[in-house]
Structures are given as C-alpha cells and as structure tokens.
C-alpha cells in the first residue's frame, strides 16, 4: 500500500475499513481521498469488530493469534484484564494466561477467583522468575503493577526477548510519548481514561463518548444526529464538513463504515 492514495487502496480493496488518522513524523494528518500512505507510517484504522487481522494483511501486517499472554501485576487492572482474556480463551479456545503476583495473599485470592488463569506467586519484576515462567515463548506481556518503572523495564525486556506484543500501564505523562520510540507497543494511562469520562460529561448529552489514541494529535467522538441537523440534509459526499473532520462510521440498528454514498439519519449516532 506504500505510495497509494486512500482511494486507490478503498478501489483494491473489499474489505469495509477507512484509514482514520496518519502519524508522520510529529505530524498528524487528518487524511482525504487523496492522501498517500508512505512508508514508516503510522496508520489509524477504523474496521469493523472481527475483520481486524484482514485489514492487516491488506497493510502489510500479519496480526498473529495471541496463544501465551503473561500479565505483570495483580491489581484490579491486571485481574480485570485476565478475566476477560480467559474469557475469550472459554469461548474460542487455545489462549494460556499467566499472572504474576508479588503479594501472596492477593496471589492466593486471585486463583481462587479467576476460572482459567495460572496465578504465580513472585516479583514481576523478577527478570530469572519470568524466564523459568516462559517469558520467551510468550506472544504478550501486560505490565499493570503499581510501579510504572518496572512496567517499562519489564516490557523492554520482553521486547528484547521478541515478545510481540507489550503493553505497559504508566501514569507519568513524560513516559507515554516515549513508550513507542524505546520499543513499547502500548501504553495506557488510568489518568487519561478517568480525564476523557469527565471530558465527556463537560461536552454535554450529544456528546456519548470522547477517546484519544496515543500517537494520534486528534481525538475521537460519538456524537448523536439531531432531527434537522444539517450533517442529515443528504449523503456525505454533498456534506461540506470543516477542515480536518472525517467521519468513519454510522451506528444505528447496525453499525456502518461510512462512504460517500453514506447518510446519517436523526438518532443514529456517528463516530467522528
């Protein structure tokens, strides 16, 4: 897809997905149809739940299924995560999760209370103890103790060992824009979480939800169409909407990636 434009890349593909945002460089493209995907890109795609792994091979990318995760931490973070990991693991079979404790109490309480989770008692931070656990066969490692600088260092170790996927919690707002360019995949802030629900609250009952995406100098919202706002007047393709505002998808009785040829009714809601 290097050198396509966003229209070359919707006409080769079938696929129901729309590129959303472009990091290149420091800058953040809010991109149209004539925008040129190159390389070393950081695309931001919008696709539909479930067709995730097709769009990544469209952009180059084998996604690979997740069948080792370790989770660093039992905090509510980490035992919420490993819950509904194990959940999908019942569902669709095949996923190990591992969680590493260093509190033995809490240790003891959370393999009584998590169905289908190896809870080690240990120092997640302990580099010998991860490895004797499989920390080099491990497809993914999450970091959501209360150290945050253990979680770097935890995760770059990973990443040293070519573990695919790490995620880091970090609260430090200094870490965050970092993470990516010392080899972090993710990063997650509990501050930015709590900061966008009370953002959304302030931006009044339009407003259903408000994101924003590490690497990405622009944000998300889902915003409900009123009867006789003008976003409702005809398809997209006629709208004139402001200067770097794109709409990705429409959600009504179902959930719409939207094109030209795409009309918001009053009541659906949009994802902006």
Do not use: W
């Amino acid at each position: 897809v290097v050198g396509m434009t966003l229209i070359e890349l919707a006409r080769s593909s079938p696929l129901p997905f729309r590129v959303m945002g472009i990091s290149r460089g420091v800058r953040t493209i809010v991109p149209s149809g004539d925008s040129t995907i190159q390389a070393n890109d950081q695309v931001f795609v919008l696709v539909e739940t479930g067709k995730v792994t097709e769009v990544a091979r469209v952009l180059g990318k084998e996604a690979g299924r997740l069948r080792h995760v370790m989770i660093l931490g039992g905090t509510n973070v980490g035992a919420r995560v490993a819950a509904g990991l194990a959940g999908r693991s019942r569902r669709n079979g095949g996923m190990e999760v591992k969680l590493v404790e260093a509190n033995r109490q809490r240790a003891e309480h959370l393999a009584e209370t998590l169905e289908g989770v190896l809870v080690i008692h240990g120092d997640p931070g302990d580099i010998d103890l991860l490895a004797r656990e499989g920390l080099a066969e491990t497809d993914a490692v999450v970091a959501v103790t209360a150290d945050e600088e253990a979680n770097l260092v935890s995760c770059l170790m990973a990443k040293h060992l070519e573990v695919k996927k790490t995620v880091a919690l970090l609260s430090k707002s200094a870490y965050i824009p970092i993470s990516q360019s010392i080899g972090l995949d993710a990063a997650v802030s509990q501050k930015l979480a709590v900061s966008r629900e009370v953002l959304r609250f302030l931006r009044g009952a339009h407003v259903r939800s408000a994101a924003t995406v590490h690497g990405l100098d622009a944000e998300i919202l889902e915003l409900v169409a009123d009867a006789g706002a003008p976003i409702t007047q005809g398809p997209l393709m006629e709208q004139r909407l402001p200067r770097g505002i794109l709409l990705g998808a429409v959600v009504g009785d179902r959930v719409e990636i939207a094109t030209g040829h795409t009309v918001v009714r009053p009541g659906q809601r949009a994802v902006v």
